[in-house]
């Protein structure tokens, strides 16, 4: 137990002795005196305090809570040590309350107690201003494009800018495609924000937020609206191309509406624009005309078209003028649809009556007409008349023809062959099972023009073939005729054949006749593209001498060619078309040629140069179903830009052409069987796409983001703007919808160049660009902050210049020399003051020292230095002890004091104190040195102190063992 109590004394003596240093006993704790307790403070401020005696540093704490045990910053920014008598953190930190506290540090180690822990409530409460659009601001798209901006304000490193349809701010429809967080609003390190996209025509609702250094957010500004109008009215007119009665060939225009990208047009015959009826168009089109590819059927017709804008929201609908669609139907008797229907015989037109009794009696019934514009072929009805009923029976199965034909004329086709061929070929023989008696025939024929949009066909009106006896008939068919005998061993002879007459050109293709052979009852026809009969075109079988290309569920047609077609007639002894004769070489053929046509150039004129989207027309041609209309880039149209199909005679083109070019554009018809006809002759155009032309208000220097306009160009889908950055790189900022373009950020200061173009729709989702602008300057200034404050004394250094605005923080150096090539301190802080910490050497060795400060931006640009302003310091010595004392024993300490640069110092007063011995005081020699013989009594520490006028003083101590 004894022991015990010996070994407990001896733990509580060494507590003793650990708690009651000398250092500690002789040590006060430092009284802070800013920022006062419980202020309110809009930025972090800096921290001061008293100077202690015999202290050689000090600690500082700041912390989230009155116990000091949540750090705001994090190890080294919110605890640390330093030298000076004020502090200054680097980091800004949230709103809210905070505590802090500082004590003393011998240079023994030994401590004061911390001062009272001290609330300082910092309010960063600063709110912006809105200043562009304000409440209620009406915008118009394009002319006057969404700019938001508002003031800046101190401490703010970016904005938060949130635009929303909805005043909660909830359905963000803003933000930068380089942003950050692509679900929140755009983070913008300037002043302003331009909406690059057109939005929908509504109210939309904004508000501004400020953010720190740290990602920190402040104050946002009340919610303001705005509202986004498109004045998209347009005047939309029809007009009809083609002169003649029978065709009405429309085409759509309308006033181009600023901003549009595309058009949508729609063509109904219900008013209500009922879906389910909608014959026209599918997609858009970029031109402000309109010839629909389809024709439509007979009908009235109304319409209405709007405007899309890049982003694809659609402008009001522009209701045109109602109109009625109509292909051949014209009031009959006065003005028949199909004019010149008449009958004639295989020798003449019109055809020679066979006996005086009423009506027109034939041996070979022909039914011709004239062509009728826009016609690609006619329905052909041939029936028998009843003389039952005194009336045409158009329901007859037998004797009734109800054909297509592609030329402008009908003849019966042979019927009963026994499909064998005289002269092999490939091609199909046209022939048809309908049998031709002796009788009295009706006719009626319509025209036809191409399918419509649900491929159906469209017809005129029908014309009644009336024989003059007013009973309706046509023609009375007498039996097959009869004829005089051949001197051409059974073959026709050259002058058998009628029409085509020999050596002449066909604009369409051509019916035959020729003269009958005795002992002869059917025939066939063989068209072909050469003397040789190796390109057989066409094969018919007939009973009459007369033959119209057709078959007999399909029309037939030729091609044009530069060459002869020859025909020849192969006669047959027998109705089924056996016996017949085999070799068309012997047949006496006939030559004829085929060439239609083409239409001709309307519009363009030769080398037109158009700004805005060209528009072609044409003349219409004899027997076109539709044209196919090319434009190239070459003269040799191997380089399509366009190839379309088209039923009118104007094509407005969707195609966004090359600019500044030649351009080449012609078109053929493509007749009933869609046989391409001769090409027309070939125009010329230019196509010249606009450049923007920048804002001449545009910003040509300054310390904030720019925001860059320009005039809307007309057509535009986008723009493109091209930017030569100080640093040499080049950057491309596309798509961009409206005519005005800033930045969340800019890499470097020094001079921009940038340059705008506009990107135009083409057919589908592709873009042609125009050219660009001029080149245009824009310097970028990070100004130097200004109102530099120094307070330096020799306990303390606090440097303090005035916030800027659009600056996210600050770099501070502080060097031995003007030039700064010698810095002592090189460091970045968010707040407008620092405290260095004075423990690198340059400040302990005193003199005078230089400082400067810039602004650095979000993107890490350093502004323009300050002006050097100097800060004055004493030196401070430093003291060096050397020896060993032990308690109760006599022994030596040398102590050895330099300035902050190691020069060493003489005439310096040392002293050295601390319990177990009496103080003792010398001055060092010529080279610093002094030297002190002590026996102490007790174990512990004791002080050096070193001191000389214009010097601050050291602190060291030695240990007693």
Known sequence: MAADRKLLAATFAAIAFLTAGPARAALSPPSATAPAAGATLVFLPSFAWTPVKNADHYEFQISADPGMGSPVLGQGKDDFFTNSTRATLTQTVPNGTY??????????????????????????????????????????????????????????????????????????????????????????????????????????????????????????????????????????????????????????????????ARYEV????????????????????????????????????????????????????????DFKKTFDNVPPVTNPAIKNLHMRDNTSDPGVDQDPAPGYQTEVPIVTWNPVPGASAYHVEVAPYDTGTSQCNWTSIPQHWNVSTGVNAWTPLGEGWNHVKPKQDALPVANEEVSLVPGAYCVRVRARTDRDTNSQDVYGDETYLDDGTGRGTAFDWTGYPTAAPSPCLGYLCS???????????????????????????????????????????????????????RT???????????????????????????????????????????????????????????????????????????????????????????????????????????????????????????????????????????????????????????????????????????????????????NLFSPVVSFIKMTGTGVWHWRVRAEFPTSGSSTTPGPYSALNAFTRTIGQPVNLQTDSSIDHVLLSWNARIGVKNYRVQVASTPDFSTKVDDVTTDNTSYAPTMTKSGYTAGGTLFWRVAGVDADHNQGDWSAVEQIKLQPKLKVSVIGVLRRRHSGSVSVSVTDGRGLRLAKVLVRISGKGIKAHSARTDAKGRVKFTLKPRKRGKLLVTASRSGYQTAYGSVQVK
């Open 495 to 549: 002058g058998d054949y009628l029409t085509p007459a020999a050596h002449v050109t066909k604009t369409r293709t051509p019916y035959f006749t020729w003269n009958p052979i005795p002992g002869v009852q059917s025939y066939f026809v063989l068209v072909s593209k050469d003397a040789s009969f190796t390109s057989i075109v066409d094969y018919g079988f007939t009973h009459v001498p007369a033959y119209a290309p």
């Open 266 to 321: 729609e063509i109904n015959p219900s008013v209500d624009f009922a879906p389910g009826s909608k014959v026209c168009c599918s997609g858009t089109t970029i031109a402000t005309s309109l010839s629909p590819p389809k024709v439509f059927k007979n009908d009235t017709y109304h319409w209405r078209v709007r405007a899309i804008d890049p982003e694809g929201n659609a402008g009001v609908w522009n209701v045109g003028p």
């Open 552 to 734: 007999s569920s399909a029309v037939r047609t030729y091609t044009d060619e530069t060459t002869s077609y020859y025909w020849a007639v192969l006669p047959a002894q027998d109705f089924d078309g056996n016996l017949a004769k085999g070799d068309p070489l012997l047949a006496s053929a006939a030559d004829f040629q085929k060439q239609s046509v083409p239409p001709s150039l309307v519009s363009p004129s030769a080398g037109q140069v158009f700004l805005d989207q060209p528009t072609f027309r044409w003349s219409p041609a004899d027997g076109a179903r539709r044209y196919e209309f090319q434009v190239a880039s070459d003269a040799s149209f191997s380089n399509l830009l366009d190839n379309v199909t088209v039923d009118g005679t104007s094509y407005s083109s969707n195609t966004t052409y090359p600019a500044d070019t030649v351009l080449y554009w012609r078109m053929r018809a493509d007749d009933e069987s869609l046989l391409g006809l001769t090409w027309s002759a070939t125009g010329t155009f230019q196509k010249t796409l606009p450049a923007p032309v920048p804002s001449a208000s545009n910003p040509t220097s300054g310390d904030m983001l720019p925001v860059w306009s320009w005039a809307p160009v007309q057509g535009a889908a986008s723009y493109d703007v091209e930017v030569d950055q100080p640093d040499g790189q080049h950057k491309v900022f596309g």
């Open 99 to 260: 505590y802090w506290h500082v004590r003393a540090i011998s240079a023994d180690g030994s401590v004061s107690s911390w001062t009272p822990t001290r609330p300082f409530t910092k309010l960063w409460n600063l709110m912006p201003a809105i200043q562009n659009p304000g409440p209620g601001a009406s915008l118009t798209f394009p002319t006057n494009p969404v700019v938001l901006r508002w003031s800046g304000i101190p401490g703010a490193a970016q904005y938060l800018v949130p635009v929303a349809s909805d005043p909660l701010l909830g359905s963000i429809v803003f933000r930068y495609s380089n942003q950050d967080d692509l679900t929140g609003p755009p983070n913008v390190a300037a002043t302003s924000a331009a909406i690059s996209s057109p939005l929908a025509p509504g109210s939309y609702y904004w508000a501004v937020q400020p953010v720190d250094a740290e990602g920190n957010r402040g104050v946002q500004t009340p919610v303001t609206t705005f509202s986004w109008v498109w004045p998209s009215a347009t005047a939309p007119q029809v007009t009809d191309l083609d002169s003649s009665a029978e065709v009405f060939d429309p085409r759509f225009t309308w006033n181009p509406v600023p901003g549009a």
